[in-house]
């Protein structure tokens, strides 16, 4: 079982550079979301997808955009990448509301 | 507004010993839930235990409990019986309501427990 899988791991970014980090799951879940995670503090949500169609701001929308492919694949791009974007970044899905979120291992991004 | 607190940033405990991390959160929402996850050095996140706000019973899962109290607003994660390899940063993370009726996990901002031999 594959689960959440992210890609890249790793990537280091020049401030001003476009990238796109890359999720897929394959447990059939409806809702996937994106979290970035910054030394000292808990996961922040970013966008996330209650269903294939759908996405919607969560706490930290600015300066990403998201895209909700399919029902396996929910994308998270950078348009201009600045150094506070600097972070570990998550993906996750869920199934129903008391399931937990199942998260990949993670991007880490750096921003120079 | 809702949120999920919690206030110890580093905790150690010896190996064998109990230890409770504390969490607390606030809510208008009847219909919440709970979750504790731990994160190693290594990066994953792994979900340890589950609490609805309906739920009569404290949750527990092996070595792991939830000590549940709704009228004080916490949900405090008791690990029994340390083992070194649960040194880890443990995060308590809030179910909250969209308007879409989808959630999304609020999280706490964590706390770092070094298990000591």
């Known amino acids: 079982n594959a689960g959440v899988t992210q890609t890249p791991k790793f990537q280091v970014l020049k401030t001003g550079q476009s990238m796109t980090l890359q999720c897929a799951q394959d447990?059939?879940?409806?809702?996937m979301y994106w979290y970035r995670q910054d030394p000292g503090m808990g996961l922040r949500l970013i966008y996330y997808s209650a269903s294939e169609g759908t996405t919607d701001k969560g706490e930290v929308p600015n300066g990403y955009n998201v895209s909700r492919l399919n029902k396996r694949e929910f994308s998270l791009r950078l348009e201009s990448a600045a150094p506070s974007q600097t972070s570990v970044y998550f993906c996750?899905?869920?199934?129903?509301?008391?399931?937990?979120?199942?998260f990949g291992n993670g991007t880490r991004l750096t921003v120079t | 507004a809702q949120k999920i607190t919690q206030t110890q940033p580093g905790m150690f405990v010896q190996e064998k010993e109990a230890v409770t991390l504390d969490c607390t959160y606030d809510t208008s929402d009847p219909s919440y839930g709970l979750f504790w996850y731990k994160q190693p050095s290594s990066g994953e996140m792994i979900f340890l235990i589950y609490q609805g706000s309906y739920d009569q019973q404290n949750a527990t899962e092996g070595r792991y409990s939830l000590n549940f109290q709704k009228a004080r607003k916490s949900a405090n994660l008791v690990i029994s019986a340390s083992q070194l390899g649960d040194s880890a940063m443990y995060f308590c993370a809030m179910r909250e309501r969209t308007m879409d009726s989808s959630y999304k996990l609020i999280f706490g901002s964590g706390t770092r427990l070094l298990v000591r031999p």
């Open positions: 996750a899905s869920r199934d129903q509301d008391s399931s937990p979120l199942h």
């Open positions: 447990m059939n879940h409806n809702s």
